[in-house]
């Protein structure tokens, strides 16, 4: 500033020459020259110097260094700095040593350290150090025994041998799945948040363990899964949960979801992530519920780009093989399949129900109709706000099918929507209710998420994101299974069911050949005590021939 100033007003050059060689816009340099003359004690070259001292740490420093000259650690010295009120960080007493010229102790071995509170040393998870001796304790996952009667009866180690799960003799396959199953029961967000609870004795008793596995042996376990062996598991869990009927086998809905990656793997592929509104990097996962049962019966998230259109087929062709016919009703939504597989999907005889896209065209056809060709319907669903739509009934010819086209006015939407059927016969006033049903996947989904976590990516690999999916499937089935017990919670969602009747400590006694769990008073306990479940010894098959009873 003070030589553009002087090469302006002493050297006598032209403003723009000065601006331009001094690095200002020619306004910028006018102003300045300006403020110049007017300001009768410019100050040039001054200097701006900081604090000088340092608030925590200059009364601290000289008993750091005293500190220090007695090897005592970073950690130590900032404790005993907070024993005499002078709080100073770790990381502030490493920086002042820093600066002082202190090099960094060598690290020391933990016999060599101060005696204080440290981290315990939980015990390895080995079934053979499993026993059942007389003690008592409590835990606070005591709910989460509401759910062994359900897996005792279905039988949940010959689900791990029919899908030939990898298994040790320090952790048999059955007790693995248990394991796995545990963290998707408690709503345990990621398998490192298990670690708060390793301690916890409830946990291991329910497994069979001497102690429930640590996050490493849980985050690897599903790296030795394949596709196939998860495919087996949900086959394995369709003919386990066949007598309970958990599946009512009359109508599906399908639907993807893409579950968000936030890493940098170049292996993840970019797909549609609703909850964002955008494309991003995520792991492509598909789904099948059960209309009736609301259970998620049928899982893949083995899927990459352009294999999405067939992955309805696969789903058909998996409760083919396991229920001896194809699916009778599919309701899905327009991006899951395309217009020629519709076609193959009629011809199987498969009846399906979809969304049609609005095209410009389809737009102009629908405002083409004359006021007279709609008819208005009344639908059958009392807490819906737009009960009474106007209906358009007619038939499109694509890829060589013939289908029903119904367009829908006065449904909440400032558009139209065109629904796409094979279902010649159904009134459009059931055919609306249907497809307003199909919401309930999206419920499940929204559940899915909040509950069971599924937007909390275990692996970058699809595989390993395969495996969690499917628990996921067993997870909610358990959960419907012991819904029909509880009285008034047959329609909850889980996360609901676990808040109320779950989440619940409990005292644990074993005393001769049996297990008693007295679960903690709490509001909801008079829900479980009329569901039958308590006072019912079951024999548990992984507790070496000892029973659980549940008592309040």
């Known amino acids: 500033m003070y030589e553009a100033l002087r090469a302006y007003f002493l050297e006598q050059r032209p403003s723009r020459e000065v601006a331009r060689t001094f690095a200002y816009s020619a306004g910028s340099f ?34 750091v260094v005293t500190l220090r000259k007695q090897n005592h650690s970073v950690y130590e010295i900032a404790e005993a700095l907070e024993e005499r009120k002078i709080t100073l960080s770790p990381t502030a007493v490493r920086e002042v040593l820093r600066e002082e010229g202190f090099a960094p102790l060598p690290r020391r071995l933990d016999e060599e350290r101060p005696a204080r509170l440290r981290p315990t040393v939980e015990a390895v998870a080995d079934a053979r150090e499993f026993v059942l001796g007389e003690r008592g304790f ?10 062994v009667p359900d897996l005792v009866r279905l039988d949940v180690d010959s689900l791990a041998s029919s899908a030939h799960l990898p298994g040790s003799q320090m952790i048999p396959a059955g007790h693995a799945l248990r394991a796995s199953l545990a963290l998707k029961l408690w709503s345990i967000e990621r398998k490192s948040h298990i670690m708060s609870l390793v301690a916890d004795e409830g946990l291991g008793l329910f497994c069979g363990l001497n102690v429930i596995p640590k996050k490493s042996y849980l985050s690897e376990y599903s790296s030795r899964i394949d596709h196939a062996r998860t495919t087996q598991l949900l086959a394995a869990w369709h003919r386990q949960a066949a007598e309970d009927k958990l599946f009512g086998a009359e109508s599906f809905n399908l639907d993807f979801h893409s579950v968000p990656y936030y890493g940098g793997d170049p292996q993840i592929e970019r797909h549609y992530v609703s909850a964002r509104s955008r494309r991003q990097p995520s792991v492509l996962a598909f789904l099948a519920q059960d209309a009736e049962g609301r259970a998620f019966c049928y899982s893949n998230a083995d899927l ?12 058909v062709s998996f409760w083919k093989k396991h229920h001896g016919d194809y699916p009778r009703h599919l309701v899905f939504d327009s991006r ?16 399906f129900i979809t969304l049609r896209r609005r095209s410009p065209k389809l737009l102009a056809e629908v405002s083409a109709l004359a006021p007279s060709a709609w008819r208005r319907v009344t639908l059958d669903v009392p807490a819906r706000k737009y009960k009474t739509p106007r ?3 007619g038939s499109v010819e694509l890829e060589g099918h013939t289908f029903r086209q119904l367009f829908v006015l ?23 209710t249907r497809y307003a049903q199909r919401m309930l996947i ?61 989440d619940t400590p409990a005292d644990v006694t074993v005393s001769g050949r049996e ?15 009329a569901s039958g479940l308590l006072d019912s010894p079951i024999k548990v098959p992984w507790w070496s021939g000892f029973s659980l009873r549940m008592t309040a």
Do not use: W
Request: hydrophobic share 40%; charged share 25%; aromatic share 10%.
């Open 30 to 63: 006018r102003v300045m020259c300006h403020q110049f003359r007017r300001d009768r004690d410019p100050r040039f070259f001054a200097s701006q110097l900081g604090p000088q001292t340092q608030p925590k740490k200059s009364p601290a420093r000289e008993l």
């Open 391 to 393: 209906v358009y009934s």
């Open 336 to 351: 899951l399949t395309t217009y020629r597989n519709l076609g193959r999907l009629d011809d199987l005889g498969i009846t």
């Open 410 to 432: 006065d449904l909440g939407h400032e558009e139209p929507t065109i629904l796409l059927t094979n279902d010649q016969r159904t009134t459009p006033q059931k055919l609306l």
């Open 304 to 315: 990459r780009k352009g294999e999405e259109a067939e992955e309805v087929f696969q789903f």
């Open 138 to 147: 409590s835990t606070s996952c005591g709910g989460l025994f509401l759910f």
């Open 515 to 529: 297990v008693l769990v007295r679960f903690h008073r709490r509001a909801h306990l008079p829900i479980i005590l």
């Open 442 to 502: 999206e419920n499940a989904l929204s559940d899915a998420v909040r509950f069971f976590h599924m937007d909390a990516l275990s692996s970058a690999v699809g595989l390993k994101v395969d495996f969690d999916m499917a628990l996921l499937v067993v997870a909610s089935g358990l959960y419907r299974l012991l819904a029909r017990r509880m009285r008034g919670y047959a329609d909850a969602q889980a996360r609901h069911i676990f808040r109320d009747l779950i």
